[in-house]
């Protein structure tokens, strides 16, 4: 069973080294997201998007601020905060189940909780393929692999850094609708990474669009359509121009 979890980022701020020189990357981000709530972050390519998941997955130390988890504060890696990555990351010599059952098999929890593998498998849609090797999949279902290893471990947070970013497009809007109908059941607390405007738009219940390094908050803009979502809709296109505005890009649309 999940617990939600809220996450809160208190004056964060993170640099970088490089070749010898101080690379500011976060400035004073402060944020709070509710228990079971789902946030998008847009932003340039490199303004520290992805650095920003993996401080709140534990992953480094922010080099100032604090960022909270529950009523914890966020110091190491804990399995109740995962990372999904662009790339599946499969081990090529395992199995789909066995690549599934590695957070578990880790923890010395796979023997008394199996069943919670073929729980996942089956919520994916990959149940029939557990023997399958990750170059037997395609690319959706491989990402399909990556959730499921993500989402046997029940965590409260979900970080998924453009997961999906490698699909076709065909096979991404209906990933997009699988991972839709993952966090509904589940309501798992997510925070999505992506460049993909309508993406955000339809999955998230707020979007945070990022200035350029280093990264502040530019705005929040909530997202209040129903599920389904359909990108067509009048509302949708005027959140999609609001986005749009906020990046500078409305005058290329």
Known sequence: MVTMAPVRLASVSHHFMLHGQLLPVLDTIDLAVGPGEFVALLGPSGCGKSTLLRLIAGLERPHAGRIFSGAHEVTAPDPSRILVFQDPTLYPWRTVRQNVALGLEARGLLRLQAERVDDVLRRVGLDGFDHAYPHQLSGGMAQRAALARALVNEP???????????????????????????WQRDKFTAFLVTHDIDEALYLAGRVLVLSQRPARILAEIAVDLPYPRHRSSPGFSTLR?????QLGLQVHW
């Open 156 to 182: 409260s947070v979900m970080l998924m850094d453009e997961p999906l970013a490698n699909l076709d497009s065909l096979t991404r809007i209906d990933m997009q609708a699988e991972l839709n109908v993952l």
């Open 241 to 245: 121009q609001r986005v749009l505005e």
